[in-house]
């Protein structure tokens, strides 16, 4: 069976309503597990991120008190 991505708009009207359905139920879930893997990616860069963010305004802090205490 071909994904409907390959195909024109005359190709897969063309289809019988079955073949058409299952196609457009294969690309629907392949569209999902696409989303849920740039989901997970997202939130661990975010997350990487903020903690990167974190040590570095508290290694500027640390640095900032042992500035002021000389």
């Known amino acids: 069976m071909t994904n409907g991505l390959n195909m024109t708009k005359e190709q897969f009207l063309k289809l019988p309503k079955l073949q058409r359905d299952a196609c457009i139920f294969e690309n629907i879930s392949e569209i999902r597990s ?10 661990l860069y975010t997350v990487v991120s903020g903690f990167l963010l974190a040590a570095t305004a508290f290694l500027f802090t640390f640095v900032l008190n042992n500035v002021r205490a000389d």
């Open 34 to 43: 696409m989303i849920k893997g740039y989901k997970f990616w997202y939130r």
